[in-house]
């Protein structure tokens, strides 16, 4: 049976006039990162904290609304998705816009905490593309869109935007980052630090220069002690300065000959950009779903709190390091690329070989590749 509260269309009422609006990209070019998980915990964070929070997924598969237990391709969402709002954009009335989907809380009194959802679909792509080509009256979509945002804030404490890994390519994720005010890029590996380079690329070619940029440590590996030797002896050679401190951390899984606490990228990532990025981690193993917050199991929930408190007081309070000012993030640039090819040369040097075995006629030849 369908529950009606979680599927009704929001009705809704207008915050305090002197309420503001906060805007939060998760963004980065690597997929599997936990772009989608750190939107959801943070949108569930607000909500207890009595906030209300718009979620948007601009993601044509709909990662971040499955969570919430809603398919965008149904037919009773059809007129409440993402795609529904750039169908509408050129002729939208911005005071009575399309309504998102509440899928946590409820609107029973303007200062109610609630989660609403503009769920993405299958048809998100082709209909940006749609509205670029049809916006008119001298505006285009991307002004057409951040004006209908800037209508959405007069009625939510924090909008957040879940990203695809091609940011640029699915247009939305170009809109999404051109209205906010925080973008937050996870970080789960060296890869997601190289991915990382392009997102900074995007986000100082579309966000206002005033955007704050946070780092946030996602399903870090705990380091074998092989590991953390060589990168301390590579930066003592190279003269570069290493950051002793820990992943800040309530509890991680204990492995033999690791050390569990401590993370040569985070390590190094907390180096030069120590302001950006959180010192709240999360480690691999540790995953969140709906019934993390509307269960009674709420075994890893207190991990996340921890970082969405870090990411909301950033936000809010601000950073010293204003990435896009100026040659800021080029600066730091060159530093991060010095400490990365430490990694990436000792993983090159260190990658197994793997056993490829291929049949010819009834003989089988061992061939060894790199990974």
Request: hydrophobic share 35%; glycine share 4%.
């Amino acid at each position: 049976m369908v529950n009606n509260k979680r599927r009704q269309m929001a009705n809704l009422s207008e915050m305090d006039k002197n309420h503001k609006c906060t805007v939060i990209t998760a963004a980065n070019y690597k997929g599997g990162c936990c772009k989608t998980t750190t939107c959801f915990a943070l949108a569930n964070y607000l909500f207890e904290e009595n906030y209300r929070v718009l979620v948007v997924d601009t993601d044509p598969q709909g990662s971040l609304s499955k969570n919430f237990n809603v398919f965008g391709g149904m037919a009773e969402y059809r007129g409440n998705t993402l795609s529904s709002v750039y169908r509408d954009l050129d002729e939208i009335s911005y005071k009575t816009f399309n309504a998102p989907v509440i899928v946590r809380g409820n609107l029973d009194n303007d200062a109610s905490a609630a989660i609403l959802l503009l769920p993405g679909d299958i048809n998100l792509l082709p209909t940006v593309r749609y509205a670029e080509a049809i916006c008119s009256k001298g505006q285009t979509c991307r002004e057409k869109f951040a004006q209908l945002i800037d209508s959405y804030k007069d009625y939510f404490d924090y909008i957040i935007f879940d990203t695809t890994p091609v940011i640029e390519e699915s247009i939305c994720g170009v809109h999404a980052l051109s209205v906010s005010d925080c973008v937050v890029i996870p970080i789960d590996a060296i890869e997601a630090v190289d991915n990382a380079y392009w997102t900074m690329e995007v986000i100082t070619r579309n966000c206002k220069e005033s955007v704050k940029v946070l780092f946030a440590f996602m399903k870090y590996k705990a380091d074998d002690l092989h590991l953390t030797e060589m990168f301390e002896a590579q930066c003592a050679k190279r003269g570069l300065q290493i950051c002793d401190e820990a992943v800040k951390v309530k509890s991680v899984r204990r492995v033999h000959g690791h050390n569990e606490r401590k993370n040569t990228i985070y390590r190094f990532m907390r180096k030069v950009l120590p302001y950006n990025t959180c010192v709240t981690g999360i480690p691999e193993e540790q995953r969140i779903n709906n019934s993390t917050y509307t269960s009674v199991d709420k075994k890893y929930k207190a991990l996340y709190d921890d970082l969405c408190l870090e990411i909301k007081r950033k936000t809010k309070d601000g950073v010293e390091d204003d990435l896009c000012t100026g040659n800021v993030w080029n600066d730091k640039l060159v530093e991060l690329k010095e400490y990365a090819s430490i990694i990436r040369d000792y993983k090159t040097k260190n990658t197994p070989k793997k056993l490829n075995k291929v049949c010819f006629l009834d003989t089988k030849l061992d061939m060894f590749e790199a990974e």
